[in-house]
């Protein structure tokens, strides 16, 4: 079995965390003021509402060959392309009506090409946190961060650029263990900000 493939219980039991944590960040965010949703959060060059915005895009798709499109325009640089669009939708719609499509898409099917359930709670739970540690409100559980952490491999440190030679990540608050090196113990929320480069590895 490869990293990315997950037994059918445990594809079910991660689509209910995302639905779980899109719900906890939307009543989290319905209480924020003007001030907060303009504050920069931990994804860098993002405000909170281009991190609302960048969380809505797969509902506001029409269609995958859309999606294709946007992307071909932007040189199929997926990173470019999601800072763009976030970008022109927070110029387009306000705070509440990115909320409302945020709210209304709790239980949206949507999964991350090729990464499946683990990729869409990894998706909430890591822009979740630009915005809760941003602001200083209630982190993602614990538990689902350590969800998260369980289906990290080595495509996922390729992606944020996260080297880990020499140590291994070790949960302090977690059953988790991220690496083959020396251990290095930190709580599960420093170890995701760290590998995902919102903050400097844990050491």
């Avoid at 920069?40 to 499109?69: I, K, N």
Wanted: charged fraction near 25%; glycine fraction near 8%; hydrophobic fraction near 40%.
């Amino acid at each position: 079995m490869t990293e990315n493939d997950i037994v059918p219980a445990e594809e079910r039991r991660l689509q209910a965390e995302t639905f779980a944590e899109r719900e906890r960040l939307a009543a989290l965010l319905a209480g924020l003021t003007t001030q907060q949703w303009a504050a920069p959060s931990l994804c860098a060059g993002w405000r909170v509402r281009e991190v609302v915005a960048h969380v809505t895009m797969p509902y506001r798709m029409a269609s995958a060959e859309e999606f294709q499109a946007a992307l071909a325009a932007h040189g199929f640089d997926f990173d470019r392309y999601a800072d763009a669009e976030a970008h022109e939708t927070t110029e387009r719609l306000g705070d509440a009506e990115l909320l409302a499509i945020y709210r209304d898409n709790v239980r949206h099917p949507w999964q991350p090409p090729g990464d499946g359930a683990a990729g869409a709670l990894s998706h909430e739970v890591i822009h979740g946190l630009d915005i809760t540690e941003a602001l200083g409100l209630p982190a993602v559980p614990t538990e689902r961060i350590a969800g998260v952490l369980a289906h990290v491999g080595t495509k996922n440190l390729a992606y944020f650029g996260t080297d880990l030679s020499g140590i291994s990540l070790v949960g302090t608050d977690a059953d988790v263990r991220i690496g083959d090196g020396t251990p290095v113990p930190a709580p599960v929320r420093e170890i995701l900000l760290g590998i995902t480069g919102r903050r400097p590895l844990p050491s």
